[in-house]
């Protein structure tokens, strides 16, 4: 068992369990904060894969993202304290059943398909930065402004979809 | 086939289950979102596994894995936006209220 | 042998940032004040509140503190002396940065009281104001440096440093990593006058020390960053390597500490307004600026 592995295999369950915790708390911030440290273990996961720049944007990303999360868990939930252990979930059975038969054809994908010889050694990561900027900016560069564009117009609908409606009778008393 | 692949590849599958019993399970807009954030991670692993044991000299998989990023916070920003107009009409984001969308 | 080293020299500045924080706000200069402020807080009782959310009152000030080290791993003090040399140094110090907030809310939720929690929140405003302030201006001096590792970073300064190549980002930065420190004016999550001490307020003995250690920290930190990115990190004429990382550092950390102390608290909906309609377009601006004078003058 090499440190590789054994760190894969860490972050991992680490990364599943707090995914599991997430649904099963009843308080919203913890909740929200135990996917934050769901993606910080997968973002750790990356680097024990050597995508060093990978795994430092999830860890990056994720933070805020999740904590914006939490914010909204709190404005939006009936109880987010979790203090009156309220059940929010429906169709349990038909959930926790299609999960079960997501993860076991996905787990059978993974381990019937041949996946071909692995590659023993990846790029180091200066190397590595430097030709995914290169990528990003040459090769795919179309398919990156297309992602840029999509998230200004995401922002701008997401803005626009959230913003108080102007009352218009009430103008005139402003 | 080497075992680091596997072990990846099931750590995807597992978050991607998890992700799916959420994103199916839970009553609430937010916690539904949580789910389908799982999912996109559990991809996400599996596109940084085949980046780096199959195509590590191929940049366009690293690549992969910002467009998924993106789509994260398209998601976020998105859902958060039809949220706040939800709960701003309705007063909840419970899904289990939102009964005219069965039409 | 380097990373003992390196976190004794953390400690050692981080007391001397306790020293010049005294000296600043009430005008005393006593070496030995942090020394005995800290063990009258450690003989303290330290209460835990009615009702806490226990995992993250217990995490949220260790969580401060692991972040600030952590950010300090990637800075030089010399060219050898420093933890790791991450081929993505300049993004992972924002990577670790980013868990104050973190670490802010859960001491904000955690105690169970209502300032505490205004005040974590708070924090989660202001990052949105100042968080492409941070990131945007260090994307410029990666921009010059064509490198992320923080040591190359340093060496692109050699002929002009950073502050007079794009003052627009040094000023931001500056400005964006005294908020980041919720350092006055900026103090909006433990402010003293409306919040009682915000965040602070239910945090008592051993746990309000390792809290105030984990600011002092990310304040020293913050200073060893803006050196390592604008002011030319070790390099200085006649003194060695070592002597110019301190003395950069020490004098940017007096500076932060005393810039703010005669201006008002800033207002949350101002900081968020001013950040991002000024201060995100002069960062662009700023990026452009140095992508063109790269070009010219490479």
Excluded at chain 1, 146 to 160: K, R, S
Excluded at chain 3, 39 to 67: M, N, T
Excluded at chain 3, 181 to 193: C, E, I, Q, S, Y
């Amino acid at each position: 068992m090499t440190a590789q592995m054994f760190f894969i295999s860490f972050f991992g369950i680490a990364a599943v369990w707090f995914g599991i915790v997430v649904f099963r708390t009843f308080s919203m911030v913890r909740s929200a904060l135990a996917l934050l440290f769901s993606q910080t273990a997968l973002g750790a996961m990356f680097l024990s894969m050597q995508a060093e720049f990978l795994g430092v944007l999830q860890i990056m990303m994720m933070a805020t993202e999740m904590s914006i999360m939490a914010i909204f868990m709190v404005m939006f939930m009936m109880d987010p304290g979790g203090l009156g252990e309220m059940d929010m979930t429906h169709q349990k059975r038909l959930s926790l059943g299609a999960g079960i038969v997501s993860f076991v054809a996905a787990v059978a994908i993974a381990v019937f398909v041949d996946w071909g010889p692995a590659a023993s050694s990846a790029p180091d990561a200066a190397q590595q930065t430097v030709d995914l900027g290169l990528e990003l900016l040459g090769r795919s560069m179309l398919i990156f402004e297309t992602a840029g564009i999509t998230i200004l117009t995401a922002m701008i609908a997401a803005t626009a979809v959230a913003i108080q409606p102007v009352k218009r009778s009430n103008e005139h008393e402003h | 086939m080497s075992i680091e692949l596997l072990l990846a590849l099931i750590t995807g599958a597992a978050l991607f289950g998890v992700g799916v019993y959420g994103a199916l399970s839970q009553t609430n807009l937010v916690m539904i979102m949580m789910g389908v954030e799982l999912i996109l991670a559990g991809a996400m692993v599996n596109l940084v596994a085949f980046w780096r044991y199959l195509h590590p000299d191929n940049p366009a998989g690293q690549m992969f894995v910002l467009i998924i990023m993106t789509v994260m916070a398209i998601e976020m920003a998105v859902g958060f936006g039809v949220a706040i107009a939800r709960f701003r009409a309705k007063g909840s984001v419970e899904m289990e209220e939102a009964t005219e969308l069965k039409g | 042998m380097t990373t003992v080293l390196v976190l004794l020299l953390l400690a050692l500045g981080t007391y001397l940032v306790a020293v010049i924080e005294d000296w600043t706000c009430r005008g005393h200069f006593r070496l030995s004040a942090p020394l005995t402020a800290g063990i009258a807080l450690l003989g303290r009782e330290s209460i835990v509140p009615r009702k806490p959310d226990r995992i993250f009152f217990e995490v949220g000030p260790v969580l401060l503190l692991i972040s600030a080290v952590l950010a300090a791993t990637v800075i030089p003090l010399t060219p050898d002396l420093i933890i790791t040399d991450l081929a993505t140094g300049a993004l992972f110090i924002n990577a670790a940065l980013v868990y104050v907030l973190v670490a802010l809310l859960m001491a904000g939720w955690g105690p169970d009281g209502a300032y505490a929690m205004v005040g974590g929140w708070r924090f989660l405003g202001q990052l949105i104001a100042y968080a492409m302030l941070i990131v945007m201006p260090i994307t410029a001096v990666a921009m010059r440096a064509e490198s992320l590792l923080t040591t190359q970073i340093v060496v692109s300064q050699s002929g002009l440093w950073n502050i007079l190549y794009q003052p627009v980002g040094f000023v931001l930065f500056f400005v964006a990593s005294m908020a980041l420190a919720f350092l006055p004016p900026f103090d909006l999550p433990t402010a003293k006058g409306e919040l009682a001490g915000g965040v602070e307020a239910e945090y008592s003995g051993a746990r309000l020390a390792v809290f105030r250690l984990g600011r002092l920290t990310l304040i020293i930190t913050l200073a060893a960053a803006t050196v390592v990115f604008y002011l030319g990190g070790w390099q200085g004429p006649w003194l060695p390597p070592w002597a110019w990382s301190a003395i950069k550092i020490l004098v940017v950390t007096a500076v932060m500490l005393t810039a703010g102390r005669y201006m008002p608290r800033i207002r949350e909906t101002d900081l968020l307004g001013w950040c991002w309609m000024f201060g995100i377009p002069l960062a662009l601006f700023n990026i452009f600026l140095v992508g063109v004078l790269v070009l010219v003058f490479p």
